[in-house]
């Protein structure tokens, strides 16, 4: 269940480590439908025949934009920020330290490193978030992200 906080009570979070979220499967179409979004087809995300015999773990992996794209869809099952309107402020660092290969489930935890004031009342909340694949003990990406909440 998501934490729920109203804007101005997020710098009272400061430090917490909210997850795991629930798991959610990464599937070979929804890698075909980024690869199309993005012109991304190198065969290692789109060819499972060829992934089979090339690659050592025999399925295809997906982008690793992909994986962190998936964060705002991991992030509402974390914490559910009450706000008028909010910004994507972009990220600081994004490490993409292991695979997710097609078919396999991966969950987010979400540190809430920084809260920060913004013009017009927003708050600049800085989290770092760790994507992790089921049955792996490494992350396989681990971003710091940045949205802006207005009351």
């Known amino acids: 269940m998501a934490l729920i906080v109203d804007v101005k009570d997020l710098p009272k979070h400061v430090g917490e480590t909210l997850g795991p979220s629930p798991w959610l499967s990464v599937e070979q179409p929804t890698i075909d439908k980024f690869a199309d979004a ?86 600049r909340m800085t989290s770092e978030c760790k994507i992790m694949v089921e049955g792996h003990d490494r992350p396989a990406l681990i971003a710091e992200v940045m949205a802006i909440f207005f009351p």
């Not at 993005?38 to 994986?67: F, M, N, S």
């Not at 974390?78 to 490490?95: F, M, P, Q, T």
Request: glycine share 8%.
């Open 38 to 123: 993005t012109g991304d087809h190198q065969w290692i995300h789109v060819d499972p025949a060829r992934a089979k015999k090339e690659l050592p773990w025999g399925k295809t992996i997906a982008h690793g934009y992909l994986t962190l794209a998936l964060i705002p869809r991991l992030m509402r099952d974390l914490i559910e920020v009450r706000y008028r309107h909010a910004l994507n402020y972009g990220s600081n660092k994004v490490r993409f330290t292991g695979m997710v290969p097609s078919g396999s489930r991966i969950c987010m935890y979400q540190t809430i490193k920084a809260v920060d004031p913004e013009k017009n009342d927003g708050f």
